[in-house]
Nanobody
Framework: QVQLVESGGGLVQAGGSLRLSCASS????????MGWFRQAPGKEREFVAG????????YYADSVKGRFTNSRDNAKNTMYLQMNSLKPEDTAVYYC????????????????WGQGTQVTVSS
């Protein structure tokens, strides 16, 4: 059983930075594709960024490209999302997720989810 635990959320002013972590237990992710999603109140869950664990290749939503960086630490079995130049519209609950297979932006295609961490960006 895979367990994912996010941390690092909080309140930050516009233009500031946060780094989210997604720690995993249960197995290594060499064959997994990992993703970050976010969900704001009244909105659908949306893809933010993703990474192939084995290669480190990353993919981003247009809305965060150039501001967010997705990475992973094999030794710690942890994925990170460095978020810079934050905007009020980035405010949401952020989730990490994992799946075996190719990259996808569709939440239903992911097998494992964390509990989420709140990110609030004030203007």
């Amino acid at each position: 059983q895979v367990q994912l635990v996010e941390s690092g959320g909080g309140l930050v002013q516009a233009g500031g930075s946060l780094r989210l972590s997604c720690a995993s237990s249960g197995r290594t992710f060499s064959s997994y594709y990992m993703g970050w999603f976010r969900q704001a109140p009244g909105k659908e869950r949306e893809f933010v960024a993703g990474i192939y664990w084995s290669s480190g290749n990353t993919y981003y939503a247009d809305s965060v490209k150039g501001r967010f960086t997705n990475s992973r630490d094999n030794a710690k079995n942890t994925m990170y999302l460095q978020m810079n130049s934050l905007k009020p519209e980035d405010t949401a609950v952020y989730y990490c997720a994992a799946r075996v297979g190719d990259r996808t932006t569709v939440p239903l295609h992911y097998d494992y989810w964390g509990q989420g961490t709140q990110v609030t960006v004030s203007s």
